[in-house]
């Protein structure tokens, strides 16, 4: 079973508004990750957030870390047409076993 | 840098042949990592490796082996292809730091699209 599960499935939003995803975890985790993929195109990493970590920003991105909840989100201020993409959160737990979860398919219309 | 390349990048196959999928980096990474990508699904982990010599299995390594005989290379061998192994593999590798566990962001390559028929 995957360790990350997204939330929600797909987002449908405007140019300029906020697009927020969430993603909980089932057992402890040394760093979660961010992703996004483009349509037939590789992952590309967006940020780590390591478990000590409440939030961290990398500019329009925001995440927040709860240990508490087992749960992440992902913020991405001001969207743009360019962001339309699936996201996907990664947890690390340990010794190289990171698991992906089914992810967050965004679509920003312009 | 080249960063993290795959090929082929297309294969169809017939039930019951074999093939290996290549995958090769040169940042000098101790990680490196197989996953599958199917629709819904997201990304599910086959085998990975955490430094030459060393593999170790994922959630779904059925029907997979793996070597590590470099640091660089890390192909993905399918013994017996099933059209249920129809996908797309990625193949990704990061920095380690055996003593804490963790691994770094991980880089992909851009996928092999794996049709069994």
């Known amino acids: 079973s995957q360790q990350g599960e997204e939330d929600p499935q797909a987002l449908s939003i405007q140019e300029g508004e906020n697009a927020t995803m969430n993603c909980s975890y089932k057992?402890?985790?040394?760093?979660l990750q961010w992703y996004r993929q483009n349509s037939g195109r590789g992952l590309v990493h967006l940020i780590l957030i390591r478990s000590n970590e409440r939030e961290k920003h990398s500019g329009r991105l925001r995440v927040t870390l709860d240990t508490s909840k087992k749960s992440s989100s992902l913020l991405i201020t001001a969207s743009r047409a360019a962001d339309t993409a699936s996201y996907f959160c990664?947890?690390?737990?340990?010794?190289?076993?990171?698991?992906f979860g089914a992810g967050t398919q965004v679509v920003v219309t312009p | 840098n080249a960063g993290v390349t795959q090929t082929p990048k297309f294969q169809v196959l017939k039930t019951g042949q074999s093939m290996t999928l290549q995958c090769a980096q040169d940042?000098?990474?101790?990680?490196m990592s197989w996953y599958r990508q199917d629709p819904g699904m997201g990304l599910r982990l086959i085998h990975y490796?955490?430094?030459?010599?060393?593999?170790d299995q994922g959630e779904v390594p059925n029907g997979y082996n793996v070597s590590r005989s470099t640091t660089e290379d890390f192909p993905l061998r399918l013994l017996s292809a099933a059209p249920s192994q129809t996908s797309v593999y990625f193949c990704?590798?990061?920095?380690?730091?055996?003593?804490?566990?963790?691994?770094?962001?991980?880089?992909f390559g851009e996928g092999s699209r794996l049709t069994v028929l």
């Open positions: 057992t402890s985790i040394n760093n």
């Open positions: 990664a947890t690390d737990s340990g010794w190289g076993k990171l698991q």
């Open positions: 990704a590798s990061s920095y380690y730091t055996g003593t804490s566990a963790n691994t770094g962001e991980l880089f």
């Open positions: 490796s955490v430094g030459a010599g060393i593999t």
């Open positions: 940042m000098n990474h101790e990680y």
